[in-house]
């Protein structure tokens, strides 16, 4: 535990590695990496005995150990401190095994997805890159060295979004993408700032303790919330902030699916879960994160009903399923928020990389090219079947669990509307959840070029897709108390991972239970109806209400209203700027100085006539003069 | 006998007069007379300090004798570049050389 | 001519004064020494700066140089009066009146002084009056001009100022290897021009 730094510090070093010499080695250095993937998840996994050691003698939940290892800056004599501290605590124990394994399963997919791409060792490296800045995002005990990280993987995302830089759609998205959660960095950055100015510290441990004793004012305190929860916002993709994520899309699939869908997307769900002790000092800064989830959650659902890109269609889901995570952490249930979190992680992951699987099969993504693909490829079809069944909340399977105890959460606390609205979006995740895959595997095939050049992927590409799916399967049994038990944890995750005087579980609500069952399988049964076959009912519906469609086709109209935003008000204000700049700081500052400069230059440049008597009378008066007042000073 | 102030009088006036041909003069071997009158004075004032502030040391002795060696070199050298720029203007008036203006 | 003129008409009384004066014991021979030392030099270097003939300037300035080397001896440094006589008489002033020569300077038709003589006159005056100022107002005790042997000057000048000599020495070798060089070089210039 005293030695978590190595964690970030191997993947960074191949980083390096690989990023410099990786065009010269065998294999172009990808062996390396997975190397680096495989120890990481051992060595996670080694953790474990040592971290049931300390929770079992009670001093670790809620408080994790802290561990400090160096004064980084320290300016002032203590007055503004940067340490270097890692932190571990159970909600860092449930980050590290979604960021490893799935960091893994993706480089092992990779290996035959990105094979024979131009700048596959850069690919390689970026992608250890990107773990080292998530396991320092996910193992900082400071502010600053978050941020740092938060940036990090944000760095990591751009890159890998505009992998395929070649392709203009690819170099706007990464550019979208990298700008959007910027705009949310500068809200995390304030926050920090805010919070360090009340505290004096960056210590994340030290900072809510300070919240908690009622050190801070309320009022700043909630602002300062705010903040951060905007830095939660750009990164989770949630409203207004989401319109990247769709079109993240434009990167290789195996980063979608790790980058986009399981990990750093849910930085800032880990973010808020950080500070989930605060959040519930300021009950208005918590509100605002259950309303925006919901609206997220929602919103996200309804686009994706109609997407026909199948990985944007996987993207809305994962922009909803973050809703779901902060609405729970909006109620204050941080345990199912992480819950939800650690089985979206491997059941999104696993949709993503099925979905790359046939996308490398049939160079094809829309579903309307797409359909009848499962007797040629039915370990894809069955494995994405099993992630969708897991997204769409069918028992068993690990979205159930978490999703019930979400919508569990709500109950508690939260108006009956928004309990009802979260189910209605639970069964649009159903609904298009069905729709893709019928769309995908069932039916006739509507593209014949596409379904005749398909085959079912190579192993190296299966097996991970099989182990995620086992994992889709069994990841939701961990809120069990028997198998927490079993695992060392008394009460499972849902204790694991728990805030005093919130919502706690060990079993599911088996009434709710029945009844998020039942919604699901209504939402299975309506995108049945709707799009078995030749989906012709779903056309029906479509020309039956043209406008509403047209609405979610159009993304609610977010992006138009952005690019007018752009187009209007920012680039008429750096037009004024751009005036400002030119007549006022250039015409008249720079140039009007140079000019009478100039002017003056040009009078006074009579003055060197050439002749020497007439400089040396210049200096014969200077010498008298200096004469004259050296004199007239010794009296 | 004589007191120092005379010779130091006498070493002003003679400064001033070589100051003025310095600066009133056009023609270059004019201000280099005027030149060397300067170097007179000041060496006649180097001379009286050492024969009455400093009969042990003087020092002064030997910079009048060093200020008389560089005026040898500087009258040497100075007369070359007159007669070049007699060669290059046909004349030794200093105003001539006024090349280095605006 | 009347140049001659008019430094002996400024010069001859001044001598007679004197010698009146010390036929009335009322000044002693040194004085006398040192006054008409003084009033050769002044009357020379005048002459140099005024006189609106080269030649005549330069002989004014023979002049003012031997009345220098008087001053030194009375100040009591025969070697430097012998040093001043040598170099200046027999050197300096045979380089002058070689540039005169050189430059074909009496056909020269230029203006001799230049248009800002008001203001150097000014310069002059005034610098002259601050240095007598300063010369009058200074306190100088009594202190007598002591005689400087030669050996003493001597051993002193080779023993303590040895380097300084041998820079002096290296300084005028440069100064004239600087001076042949540029003659030469304008000669050269000359030629090709009249080669052209």
Known sequence: M??????????????????????????????????????????????????????????????????????????????????????????????????????????????????????????????????????????????????????????????????YWERQSAAEAAKKAFITTRIGDVGLLIGIILLWRATGTFDIQSIIAAAKSGAIDHTYLTVAMLFLFGGAIGKSAQFPLHVWLPDAMEGPTPVSALIHAATMVVAGVYLVARFSPVYAEVLIARDFIFYTGLLTAVMAGTMGLVANDIKRVLAYSTVSQLGFMFVALGTGAVGAAMFHLFTHA??????????????????????????????????????????SLALAGIPIFAGFWSKDEIVAATLEGAPVWTFVTLLATAFLTAVYSTRLVLLTFFGEPKDHHAYDHAHESPLIIIAPLALLATLATVAGFFALDQVGQALGFVGGIGQLVYLEHAHAFTEPDWPLASLATVVALAGIGVGVAFWHGDAR?????????????????????????????????????????????????????????????????????????????????????????IAIIAFSSQG | ??????????????????????????????????????????????????????????????????????????????????????????????????TLKW | MTGGLVSLLVMGPIFVALIALYMMSRITGGEVIFYLASTVILGGALGAVLLPNLVHSSLSLIATLMGVAAIYLMLLSEFLALVQILVYGGGVIILVIFGLMLTNAQDDPVVMDGSQKPFAFGVGALISGLFVAAAVMAHWGDAEATLIPFTTFGERLFRDFSLPIIIVAFLLDIAFTGALVNARRAESAASEEAAK
């Open chain 1, 2 to 163: 005293d030695h978590v730094w190595i964690l970030p510090a191997i993947p960074a070093a191949i980083f390096i590695l690989v990023a410099l010499f990786g065009r010269l080695m065998p294999r172009q250095g990808d062996f390396l990496v997975i190397i680096g993937g495989l120890t990481l998840v051992g060595l996670v996994f080694s953790m474990f005995p040592g971290f049931q050691h300390a929770y079992h003698d009670g001093h670790f939940a809620p408080n994790g150990t802290n561990v400090f290892a160096f004064d980084w800056v320290n300016i002032g004599q203590g007055f503004f401190i940067i340490p270097f501290s890692t932190y571990v605590d159970a909600i860092t124990m449930v980050m590290l095994p979604v960021v490893t394994i799935v960091a893994l399963m993706v480089m092992i997919y990779s290996v035959s997805y990105m094979h024979g791409e131009p700048r596959y060792f850069w690919y390689y490296a970026v992608l250890s890159l990107f773990v080292a800045a998530m396991l320092t995002l996910v193992l900082s005990g400071n502010l600053i060295q978050l941020y740092l990280a938060w940036e990090g993987v944000g760095l990591a995302s751009f890159l890998l979004i505009g992998f």
């Open chain 1, 346 to 387: 491997f059941f999104k992951a696993l949709l993503f990389l099925g979905s790359g699987s046939v996308i490398h099969a049939t160079h094809a993504q829309e579903v309307e090219q797409l359909g009848g693909l499962r007797k040629k490829m039915p370990w894809t079809a069955a494995t994405f079947i099993i992630g």
């Open chain 1, 537 to 625: 009912r779903a056309v029906t519906a479509r020309q039956w209400a043209p406008d509403l469609h047209a609405l979610l086709v159009n993304r609610y109209y977010m992006d138009k209203l952005y690019q007018g935003i752009i187009d209007h008000a920012i680039l008429g204000l750096a037009g004024l700027v751009a005036w400002f700049d030119k007549r006022i700081v250039n015409e008249t500052g720079v140039d009007g100085g140079a000019q009478t400069i100039g002017y003056f230059g040009y009078r006074l440049k009579f003055l060197q006539t050439g002749r020497i008597p007439n400089y040396a009378l210049g200096m014969a008066v200077g010498m008298v003069a």
């Open chain 2, 1 to 98: 006998m004589i007191p120092l102030t005379n010779f130091l009088v006498l070493s002003a006036l003679l400064f001033g007069i070589g100051f003025y041909g310095v600066l009133a003069r056009r023609s270059a071997i004019l201000i280099l007379i005027s030149v060397e009158i300067m170097l007179a004075a000041v060496a006649i004032n180097f001379i009286a300090f050492a024969a009455f502030r400093d009969p042990k040391g003087f020092s002064g002795l030997v910079f009048a004798l060093f200020v008389i060696a560089v005026a040898a070199a500087e009258v040497g050298l100075a007369l070359g570049i007159v007669l070049r720029l007699f060669r290059e203007r046909r004349t030794a008036n200093v105003d001539a050389a006024n």
